[in-house]
């Protein structure tokens, strides 16, 4: 086979295709769990925290107090923004806990998916194995 052949057959494999599907779905997915978080969630974090905006929380490195990040930067100070640390790990947490909930509420739909098709009542194993013996008895004798 040649090379472009090849790459085809690669592409057009069922795991790839299904692969590029759930990257797409999760990429718009994330959009819509961004959006949760920083829509929905962060502002409430902002009313309970007293609207401390954590962005600007920093730690000047030169000894010098700045009014703001914006000044220090001005300056060219070294700053350390502890405060995007802490954004960042409040957007983890809201993201994490977002997910959780989203995946708890679909396992339960799946349950009761399952529970409403109940398998169809047979015999066991066992049952058609005695059938089976019970059957060779009587073509023996």
Request: glycine share 6%; aromatic share 12%.
């Amino acid at each position: 086979m040649s090379f472009f052949s090849d790459f085809k057959a690669f592409l057009l494999k069922k795991d790839i295709v299904t692969l590029a599907t759930a990257v797409v779905i999760g990429a718009a997915f994330n959009k819509v769990i961004s959006s949760v978080v920083a829509d929905i969630f962060m502002p409430v974090i902002g009313v309970l925290t007293g609207g401390t905006d954590f962005t600007q929380k920093f730690i000047s490195l030169d000894g010098q107090k700045y009014a703001t990040l914006e000044a220090a930067q001005e300056a060219e100070a070294a700053v350390l923004t502890y405060g995007n640390l802490i954004q960042a790990i409040i957007y983890f947490i809201l993201v994490g806990l977002f997910v959780f909930l989203f995946l708890r509420a679909y396992e339960k739909t799946k349950k009761k998916e399952e529970e409403a098709a109940p398998a169809p009542s047979g015999p066991t194993q066992e049952e058609l194995l005695i059938e089976i013996r019970d059957e060779l008895k009587k073509q023996n004798s």
